[in-house]
C-alpha cells in the first residue's frame, strides 16, 4: 500500500468517528472516546508521515479513486509540501484533541460539537492530500461547512449567529474565487488533474486572474485585509479549542492552498505578482496588529493576531515570488522557508495561546480582559505557559517567533539586490512596516498577559478561579516546549524545509545542522548568525544569578512604607492599568488613519456634579469601506427585483419568451 | 439530392410555418384546434416525406404517431373538453391580431438570420428544415404568451413540440428514442394539463387563468 493511501486511513476513520460521534454524543463517555480517537487517529496520521519523512523525504508518492468526476477521478498525492502542511495540520491536531480531552468536559451542548470535530480534522487532511481541483474544492467546502457548524455551536448567542452568517458568506465567496481560478487553470480542454495544470502554463493574463482570485480565494480564508473581517467574529464564537484550529491550523491549509496554486502549479511567477503579495501582507500585518491592540476581548485579540501572522507569512512568500521571478533561487529558498517557519511556529504559539484564554474562559467565565486580571495567583501554570506564548508571539529570544521572524528579515535585507526598481523601494517599506507590526505585537502582547495575569482581580469570578484540568494544560506544556525548541534548535526545522524549498523554489538555504554549535546561518557567516541555544543559555544563567543576587541580597534591606502610600494605593482594583487604558498612547498616535478614531471629552460645568466622560469614537474601515457599500447594492437589487416573484403566469411565459428572442438576437448581430 | 425532393420537403415545412400563422390569428377555440390539427397533418406528410427521402423506415413510425396523436386523439380530445366546459364561444386573444402577426413576422425573419449565419456549412435541406423549425418553436411560444385561455396555451405548446420534431427528422441519423419521447412528453403535457384545465374549472368556475390572478389579488 502506498504511503499516500495508508494516509487516506486517517480521514476515513476521522469520518467513521465523525458519524459514530453523531450516534453517541448524548453519552457521558462520549467526549472523552471522540477526542480519544481524534487524538490517536491524529498521532497515526503524524506519525506516518514522519516515517515518510524520515525514510525518503522526496518520494512523492500518488493514488486515484474511483470517485468524483468520472475521467479525472478523485487524485490524491502526498509531496513535500502536502507532508509539511500534514505535519501542522496532524500536530495541531493532536495536541488540541489532548486539550478537548479536558476542555470538552465543560462543554454544554457536546452534541453540538463532538460531530464536526472529527469532521473538521479530516477535511483538513484532504485539502492537503488533494491532487485535482474538484476534490480539492470539495474537501475544502467540507472543511468550511464543518468549522462552520463549530461556529455555530453556541447558536443562542445572537452576537454567534451573526458571526456564523458572515464567515459562510465570505467562506462561499471564496471559494467562488478558487473556483474560477481553478477554472482558468484547467485552461479550455478543462483538465482538473493537478498534474496537468503544472505542465499547461496560462499566458500573463491567465496567470495574473489566477493570482488575484488566489489572493481572493486562499486569503479570504487566511483573514487578509480587507477579506479578513469574518476572521475575528468567527473564531473566538467556536469553542476555545476549535478557536485554535481555526486559527492556528485552518488558516494554514488555506496558505497550503496559496502555495500549492502560485509557486506549484502556475508555473514561473511574473516580477509584480510579488509586489501585490508583499504589499497586501504589509498592510495585513500592521492593521491586523492595530486592530489586536485596540481589543478587550482576550480571544478576539488572538483572532486578529492570526491576521498579523497571516500578513508576515503573505509578505514573506511574496518575496520569495518575487526573487524567484529574478532567478535569485537562494534568496527565494531564504524566504520561502522563513515563510514555512512562520506556519509552523504560528500553529504551535496560536494554539497554545488559545488554549490558554480557553483555560482563563473555564477558569472565570471571562473573555473580557477588563474583568480579569491577577490571574497569576489562580493559575500559575496556565500564567506560565501562556506567557511563553506571548513572549514566542511577541518574536523575542530565544523562542520560535523570533527565529522565523528574523529569517523573514534576514530575506527583506537581500531586496537590494532585485533589478527592479519598484521591489528595490517597496520591499524595505514594507520591511519597516513588518518591524512596526513586530514591535506592535509585543506590545500587544505586553498588554494580553498583563491585563489578564497581572495585576489585582478585577471581577469576583477571578477570585474563585481555580487551575484548569490536567489534560489541558499537559496540552498547553507540550506546545510550550515546542516553542521554546524550535526557538533553540531552529537548523533542525530549516534542514526539514529543504526539500520542500528545493521543489517548489529551486534551491534550499544551507545546510543548517552542521554548523558549530548549533547556529543557524541564513546566507554567509560575514553577513548574519544566530545561535538560539546560546542566547537561551545567556539569558537563563543571567537571569538565574540576577534572581539569586536579588533574593539573596537585596531582600534583606529595610523598606519602610510612606504614610499617605502615594507610590501604590490600595485603591480600588478598577482604577489599575485597563486594556483601554494601555492601547491609547498608539491609539492617539495610528488610531487617526487606521480607525478614524475620535476622542471627545465631556466636562460637566463647575459645581456640576455628574461625572466627566471620555468617549472613543472608532470605526472599522475594512467594514465601512469594503462590505457595506456591497451590501447596500445588494439590498437595492433585492428591493428592485422582489416583485418578479408576483407576477402572472403569462407574464413569465412573456419574459422566458422575450429573454430566448433576446439571446437569438444577440447570436444573429453578433460580428 | 435531386431539386424536386428537395422542393417538396420545402413546400412541406414552409406549409407548417405557414400554418403556425394561421394559428396566430384564430380567436375562435374550435378554429384553432381545427387548424393544429391540420398542423400535426403536414407535420406527418413532412416526416413521412423525411423517411423517404432519407430512407429511413423509422420515421414511418414518427409520422404514424404525429398524425394518429397530434392530429386525431388530441384535438379530439380537446373538442370534448371545450365543449364539456361549454367555453366554445369564448374570444380570447390578450393581444390584437395586427401587433401578433407583425411580431410573428419578425421571429420567423429572425430564425431565417439566424440559421443561415449559423450553419453555412451544413446540409442545404437540413439548414432550411432547422431554420423553419426554429421559426415554428418561436411561433409557437408566441402563441402561449399571446393568449389567456389555458386550452389555446396547451395548443402553441404542442405546435412548439412539433417543431421540435421537424427539427428532429430533419437531421439524417436522429435515433427513434427521440421521437418518441418528443412524443410521449406532448401526450403526458397533454394529459397532464387537461387534468389541470378540471381543477382550475373546479375551483374558480373558469379557465381563463386571469382568474388565477385575481385570486392572488393581482391587478391584471
Redesign the interface.
Known sequence: MSTVALLLCGPAALLATAILAAAISRLAAATRLVYGAALFISAALLATVAGHLAGNPGEVSAVTLPLGLPWTGARFRLDGLSAFFLVVVNLGGSITSLYGLGYGRHEATPRRVLPFYPAFLAGMNLVVLANDAFSFLLCWEFMSLASWALVMAHHRDEANRRAGYIYLVMASFGTLALLLAFGLLAGPAGTYAFDAMRTAHPGPFAAGAVLVLMLLGAGSKAGLVPLHAWLPLAHPAAPSHVSALMSGIMTKVAIYGFIRVVFDLLGEPAWWSGVAVILIGGVTAVLGILHALMEKDLKRLLAYSTIENIGVIFASLGLALAFKANAMPSAAALAFTAALFHVLNHSFFKSLLFFGAGAVLTATGERDMEKLGGLIHRLPVTSFVFLVGCVSISALPPFNGFASEWLVFQAILRSPELPQWGLKVIVPAVGGMLALSAALAAACFVKAFGITFLGRARSAAVERAHEVDRWSLAAMAVLAAFCLLAGILPGFVIDGLSPVALSLVGDRMPVQIAEPWLSIVPIAESRSSYNGLLVFAFITISASLAAFFIHRFASHAVRRGIAWGCGFVDAVPAAQYTAVSFAQPIRRVFGGFAFRARETVDIPAPGALEPARLKVDMHDLAWEIFYQPITGAIDFATERLNHLQFLTIRRYLTLVFLYLVILLLVLALWP | MNGLTFDIAHLLAGSLVLISFMMLYQDRLFALINVFALHAVVLALSVAWQAYIQDAHHLYITAAIALVFKAIVIPVGLHRIIQRLGIHRDIET?VGIGPTMLAGIG?VT??M??ML??TPEADPLAREDLAFALSII?LG??V??TR?NAVSQVVGFMSLENGLVLAATGAKGMPLVVEISVAFSILIAFIVIGVFLFRIRERFDSVD??A??DY?G?R?
Open positions: 390578450a421571429l429572425l430564425s438570420v439566424l449565419r449559423v418561436l411560444l408566441l402561449m404568451v389567456r387563468i386571469g388565477l390572478d392572488r393581482e391584471r
